[in-house]
């Protein structure tokens, strides 16, 4: 292990969540929400749960996991609904070259390292400077990209980041659009005709799930939930992905109740005009193990009660289950760890 997994690895999901967050400023716009809601689609701890447990499968089963959870097996895929995507293969490149370097980093931070890998992506950017001119890139739209590759070397190590193609997985036609051009396209709500103004309860909004395919979108009536709205297309999204049910569109849903976790997603725009958490989203999300907040309007949500007042922008996550239980045991189990420890000391 290069001395740069071995730093990495000494990182939890709450430090790499804190990262991220201390780097938002640096970050551009367009990949500010997109990078927190990639950290929470793949948290090291469930690939620790399932690296410590004596039989993987039964835990699967334990936890409900449906779809795929291994960062490993999707390194160039996973990361398709971030911007910076479009420049993967040079932060995939750096993050590679900064471990094979044998640079030690004592004494340094997660943020310090994203920023080396990120200046490092932006330096070989500079050898195609007109190919990256066409796309408008600049190092605001490297720092979430540099922040994936250093989380997917953790998880997925070396030799499988460095044997990944390094593709971009965006036609040609998405990819050439400008990050104002993607800002812009969040943020326009649907005109409801002329008389619009006076629209109440048939107003209609777009549901966007997938930014880099036109097809990826449905349309919800005010203050529908998403996933009732997901269901209106009947097209044959289960042949797609299996965890989606016939007749009830592209986003995976079983209860509709806050019960089973099936349908979260991510909110990469709009989340402002998404209803807030009631009090059953709230206590559900952390048993899932997806995420404990008290942000009234998050971007994580489950969209069979995430309610649409306007148009929004959403990314399915490649996986559902239950680990939220086994995350509340090991804070506990840190906690009277530090507690000993404190004990001990005085």
């Not at 690296?51 to 398709?80: C, F, N, T, Y």
């Not at 971009?168 to 104002?180: F, N, Q, R």
């Not at 349309?219 to 989606?244: F, I, L, M, N, Y």
């Amino acid at each position: 292990m290069t001395p740069l997994e071995t730093f990495l690895n000494r990182h939890d999901d709450a430090a790499w969540r804190a990262t991220v967050v201390e780097l938002l400023p640096e970050t551009h716009e367009v990949d500010r929400n997109a990078v927190q809601v990639w950290f929470h689609f793949f948290p090291v701890a469930l690939l620790r749960a399932f690296e410590r447990a004596a039989d993987p499968a039964a835990l699967a089963v334990e936890w409900q996991m449906q779809g795929r959870w291994r960062l490993s097996e999707q390194i160039d895929s996973s990361h398709a609904f971030l911007y910076g995507h479009r420049f993967w293969p040079e932060a995939r490149s750096a993050a590679v070259r900064l471990a094979e370097s044998g640079e030690g980093f004592d004494g340094r931070t997660l943020a310090d390292a994203v920023r080396e890998v990120t200046r490092t992506a932006a330096a070989a950017r500079e050898v195609t400077r007109t190919a990256a001119a066409a796309r408008g890139a600049d190092t605001s739209l490297l720092a979430g990209i540099a922040a994936v590759a250093l989380m997917t070397l953790q998880q997925a190590g070396l030799a499988a980041l460095k044997a990944a193609p390094g593709r971009v997985l965006i036609d040609d036609a998405h990819a050439g659009k400008t990050p104002e051009q993607v800002l812009r396209e969040r943020a326009r709500d649907d005109s409801q005709g002329l008389l619009g103004f006076l629209r109440t309860t048939d107003k209609r909004w777009t549901v966007v799930w997938d930014e880099n395919k036109d097809d990826c979108r449905f349309r919800v009536v005010d203050r529908q939930e998403v996933a009732s709205g997901a269901a209106t297309d009947k097209r044959p999204w289960h042949e797609v992905d299996p965890r989606c049910t016939v007749d009830e569109g592209p986003i995976p849903v079983q209860c509709r109740s806050a019960s089973c976790g099936t349908c979260w997603v991510g909110v990469l725009g709009g989340a402002e005009k998404l209803s807030a958490v009631d009090a059953r989203e709230r206590r559900v999300m952390p048993l899932l193990g997806y995420i404990e907040t008290d942000d009234p309007r998050p971007l994580i949500r489950l969209s069979c009660q995430a309610q649409a007042t306007g148009a929004v922008s959403v990314v399915v996550p490649p996986w559902n289950g239950y680990f939220g239980k086994y995350l509340k045991r090991q804070q506990q189990a840190a906690k009277g760890d530090e507690a000993a420890a404190e004990a001990a000391a005085g």
